[in-house]
């Protein structure tokens, strides 16, 4: 196993986030392949760890006054052996092909989990959407769609938003797809409800976050309410995090986003979250205007001279990482485990670093991976695909029931598959166990392909 890892270090140096992501599952592994001589003799950590296709393609565009900029656009299929391929489009300043591939790679496990028919998949830009007119997204997502549109399809690949694709970018990137092929498909979800998009999937990956998190205060006899929350970031995931918080009577303390937090002692109640989603979704403002708006809110700038992020030194007994990965290092986590933080529960990808990860597993508090904890998601978005094939549009309550039932039963297959192997209440091991025995099963019934 270390020779693999060795192998896929010395091939991309670069890629460490993607080397990050497979360390973790490797690992985790290790007694699977231990119990079974056919997964070492087909090769399979080789193959899994090797994307079966990467696109990477030029994406200039023309700015307001006149100037042409060129991006990166990529798109990486790691696995289609369960589905078509699916995860979504980040656009931001830091994309870069190791980033893209360890979404990727975290993602086909992730969708594994939600026992939906889901290949695994990611794609994005190093185009940043932040201080861009609507117009220079529009014309940035067309362009890149003139590329992507060869590659992807209903049954092939299915795109979907992360950070810095929202409802807008879905929107343009689909007209464009719309006109290239010539037919109306469901090859993006995240659609907008007026045409094709499903109810509850702008909430989906923050209320399962939490929805796991109830299940695994369950096991301890305890619920969400009245626990006090730290939550990170203030786009998608963190605001409907807060939202599903505050309906099951929990308190939201901070919120952050890549210039700075704020920690509001008396908390983010509805309105002021309401106040959040105008700012973020609409006015596209910075989280520090919270603090203009509610000044019982302090802001902190970051600062990029501290080694560790204050917002985690405040006390409180939840943790919600909601931003990016590697928000959470080993100094961090001593900080939530000193400041009686006992359940994290990632609503981000891969926010939490292994020091990090070692050190709330050591202490023993209730950690969800984000690839359990926040496939809710992309659980929906496979709703989504359904009621697409279908042409149907299912109710509100029908999808939150699919949504809650498919967080307790990925939080049983996690319990279930640490137990089997012997780590019983790792979510980490249960995760990552059982979502590569049903993936690696598919690929070696299909044979070498
Ligand atoms: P959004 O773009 O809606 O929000 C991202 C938030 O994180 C913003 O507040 C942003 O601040 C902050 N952020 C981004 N990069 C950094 C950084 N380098 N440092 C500090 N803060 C940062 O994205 P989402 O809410 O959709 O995604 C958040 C996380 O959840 C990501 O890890 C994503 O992969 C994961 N995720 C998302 C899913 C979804 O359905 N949307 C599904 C599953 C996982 P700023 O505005 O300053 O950039």
Redesign the pocket.
């Known amino acids: 196993m270390d020779a693999i890892i060795d192998r896929i270090k010395e091939k991309d140096p670069e890629q460490r986030e993607f080397h990050q992501a497979v360390e973790e599952v490797v690992k985790s592994v290790k007694p699977v392949l231990d119990r079974n001589l056919e997964y070492r003799q087909q090769s399979v950590l080789q193959r899994i760890t090797e994307p079966e296709r990467v696109i990477l393609f030029r994406v200039p565009w023309m700015d307001d006054e006149g100037q042409v900029h060129v991006n990166r656009g990529f798109r990486v299929g790691m696995s289609s052996v369960l589905g078509p391929y699916k995860g979504?489009l980040?656009f931001?300043a830091?994309v870069n092909l190791g980033i893209i591939k360890f979404?990727a790679f975290e993602q086909v496990f992730?969708n594994s989990l939600t026992t939906l028919a889901m290949g695994g998949g990611k794609g994005g830009s190093d185009f940043?959407p932040?201080g861009k007119s609507d117009n220079e997204v529009m014309r940035f997502c067309q362009s890149f769609m003139c590329e992507l549109f060869r590659h992807i399809g209903p049954n092939t690949d299915v795109p979907?938003?992360?950070?810095?694709?929202?409802a807008r970018e879905i929107g343009y990137l689909f007209g464009m797809y719309k006109k290239l092929k010539n037919e109306f498909t469901g090859v993006l979800t995240?659609k907008s409800l007026g045409w094709g998009g499903s109810l509850v999937?702008p909430e989906?990956?923050?209320y399962g976050n939490v929805y796991f998190a109830a299940e695994m205060l369950a096991t301890k006899g305890e619920t969400m309410t009245g626990k006090r929350c730290l939550v990170?970031?203030?786009?998608?995931?963190?605001?409907f995090t807060v939202e599903k918080i505050l309906e099951l009577g929990g308190t939201v303390h901070t919120?952050?986003?890549?210039?700075g937090y704020i920690y509001d002692e008396r908390g983010v109640d509805v309105e002021k979250l309401a106040y959040v989603k105008m700012l973020?979704n609409i006015r596209r403002g910075?989280?520090s205007e919270y603090a203009a708006m509610y000044p019982e809110a302090v802001y902190t700038p970051?600062n990029p001279a501290l080694t560790s992020n204050p917002l985690w030194a405040h006390r409180a007994d939840c943790a919600f990482p909601?931003?990016?990965?590697n928000?959470i290092n080993g100094e961090d986590a001593g900080h939530l485990v000193a400041g009686g933080v006992r359940l994290v529960s990632e609503?981000?990808?891969?926010?939490t670093t292994h020091g990090a990860m070692e050190i709330l597993l050591d202490n023993r508090l209730l950690f969800a991976p984000?690839k359990a904890a926040?496939?809710?998601?992309?659980a929906v978005?496979g709703l989504e695909m359904a009621q697409n094939s279908m042409r149907l549009s299912w109710p509100r309550a029908e999808v939150d029931a699919r949504l809650k039932q498919i967080m307790k039963s990925i939080h049983k297959t996690c319990l279930d598959a640490a137990e089997e192997y012997g780590s019983p209440g790792n979510y980490v091991a249960g995760a990552n166990i059982a979502g590569f025995v049903k993936v690696v099963n598919a690929m070696l019934d299909q044979g070498l392909v």
């Open positions: 979504g980040r931001h830091s979404l992730k940043d932040k979907a938003g992360d950070i810095g694709v929202g995240g999937r989906a990956t923050g990170s970031g203030s786009g998608n995931v963190a605001q919120l952050s986003d890549s210039s973020k910075r989280i970051v909601c931003a990016t990965q928000e609503g981000a990808n891969m926010p984000g926040n496939a809710g998601g992309v978005s």
